[in-house]
């Protein structure tokens, strides 16, 4: 198959889904499928980018429009690459964010259905729109039904042959009969050494990879919970932080002094996906800001379990498990579980290929 995929941006380490998409375009190409991606809206350049970009040793070609382009000239250049590659799918990628700062990509669905044509096209839903999680503003509720309008015109304007999503919270606000779970994988290549065979007993590692929420008072929950574990196994506790974790960062950061002390806390910043994987390997246990219902839209979550990390959640054990997790549910515990009993660390395993023989099949039944 001819396949080409449609993000917002490709700037790697920097947008989840344009690494997501880069990864599963180069397993798709290792599977014998010819494979481009364009991104529509990269804010990380000024100037149009074509290159071979090498994902895992492989070169998948990719087109970067920048955002300072008049919204004609990058659906226009967009449209010259799509003539030329003539692909069987054309499969967008898409979060709101990605292709308005706003959140509001009001022409998206009427430039991509005039550059598109008969093209067969997918789409899958990364995430909806603000709100959908919970609580709201009155100016998030107001943005988030926008987006919602707006993701009922992609939808009815486009066509798709094929919906998908990463969890069925988002299934289910779809509406739509098409809408099928994709899972996802984590954007971090398992590195090739064995060292999560060697654990340091007098020391439990514990490793937080990700963006920090608004909502702390939980990650006190969770912290509190791993103090109990190390108690338990009578081991001494360090927390290692990794990337730059969000806007909530320092609040967070100031929490974990004050808990466990300064010297138990090592904040690595931002690393490359070769020294992330290694501290991954190493730890014990993950944990994780996502809430259950939606674990699966979690990159970063996703990389600890991968990984083979035992990854505390925050809140409690739910009562009701969700289909599409039971793959992942012996590796994930909460903070009302006993400290003796959780999950062990268990071998790396990577989701990638799981999941690309999936979306292959997808397409094909379509």
């Known amino acids: 198959m001819k396949l080409l995929f449609v993000c917002g941006c490709l700037e790697p380490g920097k947008d989840g889904v344009g690494d997501y998409t880069c990864r599963l375009g180069g397993e798709l190409y290792r599977q014998g499928n010819q494979v481009s991606v364009i991104a ?15 994902i895992e040793d492989l070169p998948i070609p990719t087109l970067r429009i920048p955002t300072t382009y008049p919204s004609n000239n990058r659906f226009n250049r967009a449209k010259k690459w799509i003539d ?24 998206l669905a009427r430039n991509l259905k005039r550059i598109i044509g008969s093209t067969k ?41 094929i919906l998908t999503t990463s969890n069925s919270i988002y ?11 994709l899972s996802l994988f984590g ?15 007098k020391i439990l590692t514990v490793v937080h990879f990700g963006t920090f929420t608004n909502c702390i008072a939980d990650f006190i929950q969770q912290v509190e919970a791993i103090q109990q574990i190390a108690v338990s196994k009578n081991s001494n506790l ?39 994987s290694q501290y991954l390997l190493r730890a014990d246990i993950g944990i994780s800001r996502a809430d259950y219902d939606i674990v699966g839209k979690s990159g970063s979550t996703l990389a600890m379990i991968e990984h083979g990390l035992p990854v505390l959640l925050r809140g409690e ?4 498990v969700h289909n599409e997790l039971k793959n992942l549910q012996e590796l994930l515990f909460f903070c009302d579980d006993t ?9 790396p395993k990577s989701l990638i290929l799981e999941v690309s023989l999936h979306f292959s099949e997808l397409l094909v039944k379509s």
């Open 171 to 181: 299934k289910s606000k779809l509406h739509n009969d098409k809408a099928v779970i």
């Open 121 to 161: 096209i997918h789409i899958m839903f990364h995430e909806l729109w603000v709100g959908i999680h919970g609580k709201t503003t009155k100016k998030q509720a107001l943005l988030g039904f926008i987006q919602k309008l707006n993701i009922m015109c992609l939808n009815t304007i486009l066509q798709p042959k």
């Open 339 to 347: 400290p003796h009993n959780i999950p062990k660390k268990k071998k």
């Open 187 to 201: 954007n971090i290549p398992i590195s090739n050494n064995e060292s999560y065979l060697q654990p340091n007993n």
């Open 84 to 107: 030329e590659f003539q692909p069987d799918w054309i499969s967008l990628q898409f979060v709101p964010f990605s292709f308005q700062k706003h959140g509001l990509p009001f022409n």
């Open 317 to 320: 054990r739910p009562k009701q």
């Open 40 to 54: 529509l809206n990269d804010s990380y350049i000024q100037e149009e980018l074509f290159r071979l970009q090498i």
């Open 238 to 276: 360090k927390f290692i932080l990794l990337g730059n974790g969000g806007a909530h960062k320092k609040k967070y950061l100031d929490t974990l002094k004050r808990m466990l002390g300064s010297e138990a806390i090592n904040d690595m910043g931002m690393l490359s996906s070769e020294e992330i």
